[in-house]
């Protein structure tokens, strides 16, 4: 069954499904997301699915210099893990609509409230890197009903990588040295969390 159909299949119930996509920096989970939110809305109307990144619980520039992390944005005590966990139990629970924020990969900096998860959605779907984590990430992954793990080649997330970066701002000396200090520690990090995830998909 293809995916988009599978998700749709499990939302025939009575309670709203959280499905997740997880993997290392560029391996394409937002692209994957986003286009399972697409086809969603396409086949039930657009208030029937909502859209969470995690990347929308980073911290903030002036946050991460004055906690000394902001050489390292992205690492997983660089973000607000329980603001993330506390939207993840509203959408959950909550009856009425859901205010989350995003993330402008242009300034690099989150937005605060600016995705809204309407009441009326049967599914929601999240990406993020960590959402298979332990330690003080452990409880996100109990709210997922099903969690993708998604991967790609290096070279492939590398370019994209590189391309996104270059586009925020960076020198090509700077992207590529943010992407061996920072992104490729932290996919080492992220595909050692593979096994808790449900099922495995190819980046797009």
Known sequence: MPLTA???AAAAGSRRVVVGFTGPPGAGKTTIA???VTEIATTLGDDAVGYLPMDGFHLATPVLSALGR???RGAPDTFDVDGFLSILDRIRHAEHDVYAPDFDHTTA???AASL???AAARIVVVEGNYLALDGEWASVRTHFDRLWFVDAPDDVRHERLLRRHLAAG???AEARAWIGSVDDPNATLIRATRARC???LGGN
Do not use: L, Q, S
Request: charged residues 50%; glycine residues 4%.
């Open 116 to 118: 809204i998860i309407d």
């Open 70 to 72: 902001a050489g390292r």
């Open 170 to 172: 960076k020198t090509d």
């Open 198 to 200: 449900d099922d495995e």
């Open 34 to 36: 986003r286009r399972v």
């Open 6 to 8: 599978e998700i749709i």
């Open 109 to 111: 900096e989150p937005i």
